[in-house]
T-cell receptor, first 113, second 113 residues
Framework: DTGVSQDPRHKITKRGQNVTFRCDPI?????LYWYRQTLGQGPEFLTY????????KSRLLSDRFSAERPKGSFSTLEIQRTEQGDSAMYLC???????????FGPGTRLTVT | AQSVSQHNHHVILSEAASLELGCNYS??????LFWYVQYPGQHLQLLLK??????LVKGIKGFEAEFIKSKFSFNLRKPSVQWSDTAEYFC???????????FGRGTSLIVHP
């Protein structure tokens, strides 16, 4: 399967702990996106990379959130000092330089207790 | 900020009924338009897209959507739904020159056999 993969698929953590999620995009895709999705809502944009450069971050993204894509391939999303409000599905998507459509991974479901 | 409205949050149909899901957006310039679908237990996938040209676009599984610029709309249609069409449907809009889509909150479709 050469689709977008995410790890882990589920994460349960206690409030105040740090968590890190990984996304592996489709190999030839240069754009990578992170979204957050809560129940009954559509994906909400968090941040976007073109190759290794982080080009845009949502104003909704607090300082506790950071993302990297060090070699322009896989990406990590870290949430520091997690809060219960961070509980959500975190989606990763990638797209190629010649298209606008995005290919989504299965998501990482975060539960903060 | 751009916004996307999906007016029907929950739709319940019987097999063979016709389907139309509404999508309206707020951006007045050039847009790229998408419908994504999420089947139970699966990740988001592209159903169809509009970039330019014929405003009536056809997608997978017999779905089509019509771009009406004057109404800022991109409604999704299918003449005869099947039980396997049960899913969440998301409309997304990307303003011209941007690589970041805005998603609607989604419509949950349940098709009874």
């Amino acid at each position: 399967d050469t689709g977008v993969s995410q790890d882990p698929r589920h994460k349960i953590t206690k409030r105040g702990q740090n968590v890190t999620f990984r996304c592996d995009p489709i190999s030839e895709h240069n754009r990578l996106y992170w979204y957050r999705q809560t129940l009954g809502q559509g994906p909400e944009f968090l941040t976007y990379f073109q190759n290794e450069a982080q080009l845009e971050k949502s104003r909704l993204l607090s300082d506790r959130f950071s993302a990297e894509r060090p070699k322009g391939s896989f990406s990590t999303l870290e949430i520091q000092r997690t809060e219960q409000g961070d509980s959500a599905m975190y989606l990763c998507a990638s797209s190629s330089h010649i298209g606008y459509e995005q290919y989504f991974g299965p998501g990482t479901r975060l539960t903060v207790t | 900020a751009q916004s996307v409205s999906q007016h029907n949050h929950h739709v319940i149909l019987s097999e063979a009924a016709s389907l139309e899901l509404g999508c309206n957006y707020s951006y007045g310039g050039t847009v790229n338009l998408f419908w994504y679908v999420q089947y139970p237990g699966q990740h988001l996938q592209l159903l169809l897209k509009y970039f330019s040209g014929d405003p009536l676009v056809k997608g997978i599984k017999g779905f089509e959507a019509e771009f009406i610029k004057s109404k800022f709309s991109f409604n999704l249609r299918k003449p005869s739904v099947q039980w396997s069409d049960t899913a969440e449907y998301f409309c997304a809009v990307m303003s011209g020159g941007s690589y970041i889509p805005t998603f609607g909150r989604g419509t949950s479709l349940i098709v009874h056999p």
